[in-house]
């Protein structure tokens, strides 16, 4: 194996649909609170807006998020999940000053780039190449907040951060999702 020819695992070829998950550092409950979920929600409206984004299904838990997503263009220089990650750190950043100025130091890092990491290095991206995995993907996602360790909510429809009421009622609440069986 050419271990400088290996793609990293959140590597995401524009055009094509991954599930992607991106977990914040060091599995600290930062999206608990409903503002940090908000951000990301705003953040992905705003690629979306801007068509350099399709989003096919989401979840945002306490420490990660899932998504089915599609990356259609470089946003300026930047990756799309490159400007969300950064987007979204700025933000959480700005909400931990404000909300919760002690708990800032639990993300401080010592790099030469920067004094805060918000997520983890290196997320999680899997191509989805047919419905049979993009539909198991999905549903795994939606079933994420009822898991016995969360129990965030009773069924998949009662949690808000999540594209369960899109598949189900066609409520696009976020304003951005599209529908993934349109694409497989």
Known sequence: MDYFKQQRQSFIEMGKVYFYTA???NWMQL???DEPKQIIIDSLKYLSDLE???VYGLVI???HIHLIWQTLELNGKETAQGSLMKHTAHAFK???KAAKPNELKLYEVEAANKNYEFW???SLAFELNNRTT???KLNYIHQNPLAK????ADEPLAYAYSSAQFYENGKNDFGFLKNLMEVF
């Not at 360790?149 to 965030?152: A, G, P, Q």
């Open 134 to 136: 993009a539909l198991q």
């Open 31 to 33: 999206l608990a609170d």
């Open 23 to 25: 977990t914040i550092n």
């Open 52 to 54: 350099k984004i399709n």
């Open 94 to 96: 700005k909400y931990i």
């Open 120 to 122: 983890q290095r290196d």
């Open 149 to 152: 360790h969360w129990r965030l």
């Open 61 to 63: 838990m306490p420490n």
